[in-house]
């Protein structure tokens, strides 16, 4: 995974039960959100990186945000005290009033308040971990065989270079376990191999996931707004690789892009619908959207409240569930062909959320040193939250939606839309 998904072991963590809860953060109401997810996952209900550049830590004072950005209505308070868990961020509101959380009862939109000042909001960023390079050879045999080898055997995507013959063989085989398969859709967007030509990915980081797409025949490109992810990334990429600044730079031409690729980005942009809007400008007709991003109604919000890693305050500004995601994007000019819950990162939001609860910071968002018993809860988890969803339940960790652009890509044949083809190649049908 390319965005805040961190994956590997936790930090020295004991039973997540023993030692002290964090006490920093409450619920604002009398209502706290407890571990009752057995019985309440269906019900219950709540009333997931880029930088924007290298700038100096937030001194300004932040701007109040009591206005849902969807449908304009007040907002009510859900979690108040809040501090930055991950980085260290020095920001806070007006005065050193920690931050809190909003949720729009009409819409159920979660936002920052007070919102950091645009211009600030690149503090928020400076030990984030897009600064850090991330070694494709790093990667072990069995990461290489679900996020390389299960599209290429399950979704038709070309072997990547250098597979060898126990990667290929271990991929046939993981490609049996419907969790693994959901892994490996999230390692290529869930992009159909039917649709490949050139690619925008916005907040492309380090470049791994365009490096990966490159490799199964994507014509590539990304964003990246802050300086020094931005520089990893081309390096990486190399110079045939084109990395804008921004969404705005103008180098990317309207209509020139046949997807465009959003991971745990837009919850991070202070203005979610108008950075839709230019994705859809830059899409060619007939070009899908695919957007990825912290569920709020996910079993781990409902598990951990206050502690759960993906409210990620000062930098996640605004929130979704499916019905918010999906209204933005429809409110973007998109129409809508599929919209989901991927549980793909349960285990690791467990294990996240757990630390952040027991001792109130988890620096760099590292999780490390998984104690067994932890590690069998965090399967668990994982498993739990992956039959709800089967079971009809929008519980997963983020939200997917995946969106079009009307008109007709050129070369199609008259009277079949593309939009329809790729709903067809989205659920499986054919290209």
Request: net charge negative.
């Amino acid at each position: 995974m390319h965005r805040d998904e961190r994956r590997g072991g936790a930090t020295a963590d004991d039973r997540r039960h023993g030692g002290p809860q964090d006490t920093a953060s409450r619920p604002a109401t009398d209502t706290q959100l407890v571990r009752k997810t057995t019985a309440e996952a269906g019900e219950s209900s709540l009333a997931s990186r880029r930088g924007f550049g290298d700038t100096p830590q937030v001194t300004e004072a932040a701007e109040v945000a009591n206005a849902c950005a969807l449908c304009g209505r007040p907002g009510a308070t859900l979690y108040e005290g809040l501090e930055d868990r991950l980085f260290d961020a020095a920001a806070t509101g007006p005065g050193g009033v920690p931050w809190s959380l909003l949720t729009c009862e009409s819409c159920s939109l979660v936002w920052l308040d007070p919102m950091p000042p645009r211009e600030a909001i690149g503090a928020l960023y400076d030990r984030y971990y897009t600064h850090e390079d991330d070694d494709p050879t790093d990667a072990s045999l069995l990461e290489r065989a679900v996020i390389r080898g299960i599209p290429a055997v399950r979704m038709g995507y070309p072997e990547p270079p250098a597979t060898d013959t126990i990667e290929r063989l271990l991929a046939r085989a993981l490609a049996l376990v419907p969790p693994l398969r959901e892994i490996a859709e999230h390692a290529v967007m869930w992009l159909p191999v039917a649709r490949r030509g050139r690619l925008l990915d916005v907040g492309c980081g380090s470049g791994a996931f365009l490096e990966r797409m490159r490799d199964f025949g994507w014509e590539v490109a990304g964003v990246e707004p802050d300086a020094a992810a931005r520089t990893g990334a081309e390096n990486r990429l190399g110079p045939d690789v084109a990395v804008a600044p921004s969404l705005d730079d103008d180098s990317l031409a309207p209509g020139s892009f046949d997807a465009i690729t959003l991971s745990h980005v837009i919850e991070h942009v202070p203005d979610p619908v108008a950075t839709l809007r230019r994705c859809h400008e830059l899409l060619a007709p007939g070009g899908l959207l695919v957007c990825v991003t912290p569920n709020t109604r996910s079993l781990g919000a409902r598990a951990f409240g206050a502690s759960w890693l993906h409210w990620d305050p000062p930098r996640h500004l605004h929130l979704f569930d499916t019905a918010t995601l999906e209204r933005a994007t429809r409110d973007a000019g998109f129409g809508i062909h599929q919209v989901s819950t991927p549980g793909s990162s349960a285990h690791f939001v467990w294990q996240a959320s757990a630390l952040i609860e027991r001792n109130g910071k988890l620096p760099g968002a590292r999780v490390r040193g998984v104690s067994p018993a932890s590690w069998i809860e965090s399967i668990a988890f994982w498993m739990l939250e992956l039959a709800l969803i089967r079971l009809g339940r929008s519980v997963g960790e983020e939200v997917l939606v995946v969106g079009a652009k009307a008109g007709e890509k050129a070369g199609e044949k008259a009277g079949e839309r593309t939009e329809e083809k790729a709903a067809r190649a989205i659920e499986g049908v054919g290209p």
